[in-house]
């Protein structure tokens, strides 16, 4: 099942090219009682419903460094603290945005606006200290994460050891274009992955390559506890502009279109957009980013 | 997967609990993808087959086939014909599985125990060997019919005599073909006031559920939720000897192995 939140916060399944409405008030609702949901009888032609995230999740846990290539070459940037395997961190939810939905680039803020492109685990029940065995019981969907971020704050950041802002501004969190069940996905350790810029493939890779596994990785973060719907990104693949010899050949400016695809899950599309066309004021800045 | 109607809502029945899956059957019967990812559980509601209106209370079309029994057809004084005869039970004479069904002032109302065909995603021009995954399942109906009016005309036209109030009981639920041992042999049977009235096997129709949605939609489009009452065998009281009718205050019984039993009272 292709599970979708579509115009004012409805929740449907795509079917076709149509939209089955489900009767409930969001998403994360729906794995609250268990998929279990009626419809509500309306339908709607795919082309007219407007596409948004899919969900808002209680919890959005960060992986980083979980494939070998892009551990590796994260190498080169020499970030003053090594990032291990492990790492965990948690994502702004209010940052989300979804299909088709504009990443505004905050020109006051970052000269440095990179992409990431991961696959992200959707939580379908509560629960916590459980092993890889029972991990996949917990996984009830995948849908595509694009984890904007701005590489000059995070740089900064690093300096102390954490990475969080740099990942946490407003529209940094693209997610979509919908939750795929797990049931529709035979294998998720096989799928290709790859993120384009204005047609142009700057990530490729698989999930095949992905160090921890999805249950090692789903009951590695269980001791911090599930909601249902919550979301777990497993790390990005080699290919990010920062680690380019000519990163600001790389690096998104506005009107580019990122378009982030994974096999069997969907291609989740993106444009930047100039702060002036988001917001009617100058560019926020900060002295403390300056 | 047991599909119904209960308190105008979709369900999905596992014994005597029920899941609500939306406002409309006919709805959900075009593509059971989703349902079938569903399981009924024990924090469900309970409900009694009482409460079930019919499994779609609102087809769009209702098929139904006249001697499609070799014993049937001799009995009722024919030979077996060589294409399907269709006639329609309008749907307004549908209830549920459990009902009570006045008798026609003056009428000889008599008993048609048939297998009910439920179309799911429908179509043209549909294959044999495509009917059954063009079909939702199967349920169990009686062709209530009052025969005066059915042989009135000059020829006769079945429908307005099969469409009194009440006179196309349905249900108990929907059982898709995947939870029987083989769709195209389902036996069934009828009592009334506990005296055994008809028997038979679907696998002694003369057209087969497959080769009556080939032959239906070859002239109409199948929509989700289009019934089929597919014929009923030897057995009915019109041409028994003297002719025996229903009578106020008798209960019949209907009964399909892997679908379920109707009950219904007449006054």
């Given at each position: ?31 609250e ?5 009626p ?81 992200a ?70 799928l ?12 490729s ?27 777990i ?24 279109v ?10 989740l ?12 004021t ?9 | ?31 059971l ?5 569903l ?130 009981p ?58 089929i ?39």
């Amino acid at each position: 099942m292709k599970l979708v939140t579509f115009d004012a916060g409805r929740v449907g399944y795509v079917e076709d090219e149509t939209v089955v409405e489900l009767d409930c008030a969001s998403t994360r609702e729906f794995f609250e009682r268990g998929s279990r949901v009626p419809e509500t009888g309306e339908r709607l032609a795919l082309a007219d419903v407007r596409l948004r995230a899919p969900i808002v999740p209680k919890k959005f846990f960060h992986t980083a460094g979980n494939f070998a290539a892009h551990h590796e070459e994260l190498q080169a940037v020499d970030w003053s603290h090594p990032v291990h395997k492990g790492i965990v961190f948690f994502q702004n939810v209010d940052a989300i945005i979804g299909p088709d939905d504009d990443i505004v680039y905050p020109e006051g803020l970052t000269k440095e606006l990179d992409y990431e492109l991961e696959l992200a685990v959707v939580i379908g029940k509560p629960g916590k200290f459980f092993g890889p065995d029972e991990a996949s019981s917990y996984i009830a969907g995948y849908t595509v994460f694009n984890d904007i971020t701005a590489r000059d704050i995070q740089r900064r950041e690093m300096e102390s050891g954490v990475f969080s802002f740099s990942k946490a501004i407003d529209t940094f969190c693209p997610i979509g274009p919908w939750i795929v069940t797990a049931d529709e996905i035979p294998d998720a350790h096989a799928l290709a992955m790859e993120l384009r810029v204005n047609g142009d493939v700057r990530q490729s890779g698989n999930t095949s390559d992905l160090l921890l596994t999805l249950p090692q990785l789903v009951a590695h973060h269980s001791p911090q506890g599930y909601s249902a719907g919550d979301l777990i990104t497993t790390g990005t693949i080699s290919g990010v502009a920062a680690v380019q010899p000519n990163p600001f050949d790389f690096y998104l400016q506005p009107s580019d279109v990122v378009e982030a695809s994974i096999e069997g899950v969907g291609t989740l599309r993106n444009r930047v957009a100039l702060w002036r066309d988001a917001h009617d004021t100058e560019p926020y800045s900060s002295d403390l980013y300056a | 997967m047991k599909l119904g109607t209960l308190r105008g809502r979709a369900v999905l029945i596992d014994g005597d609990r029920a899941l609500d899956v939306g406002p409309s059957v006919r709805a959900v019967l075009g593509n059971l993808t989703h349902l079938s990812r569903l399981t009924v559980d024990d924090n469900d509601p309970r409900f009694t087959v009482d409460e079930l209106s019919a499994p779609v209370p609102d087809p769009r079309q209702v098929f139904a086939i006249a001697l499609n029994y070799a014993p049937h057809a001799a009995e009722a004084g024919y030979t077996a014909p060589d294409q399907p005869l269709v006639f329609t039970k309008f749907p307004s004479c549908l209830t549920g599985p459990v009902s009570v069904v006045a008798l026609p002032p003056g009428g000889h109302t008599d008993w048609e125990i048939e297998v009910v065909a439920v179309v799911g995603r429908g179509g043209r021009n549909i294959a044999e060997a495509d009917a059954w995954a063009a079909l939702a399942g199967v349920t169990l109906g009686q062709d209530l019919s009052e025969r005066l009016t059915q042989l009135a005309g000059r020829p006769a036209q079945f429908s307005l005599g099969k469409s009194f109030a009440g006179f196309g009981p349905v249900g108990p639920w929907i059982v898709t073909p995947d939870e029987l041992p083989d769709p195209d042999d389902i036996a069934f049977s009828s009592t009334l006031d506990g005296v055994p009235l008809q028997s038979g096997r679907t696998s002694d129709m003369i057209f087969s559920i497959p080769k009556l949605v080939a032959f239906l939609s070859s002239v109409c489009e199948l929509y989700p939720g289009d019934l089929i009452f597919t014929g009923t065998p030897e057995g009915i009281g019109n041409r028994m000897d003297p002719p025996r009718f229903l009578e106020a205050g008798e209960t019949l019984v209907s009964t399909a192995e892997g679908i379920g039993t109707i009950t219904q009272r007449f006054l």
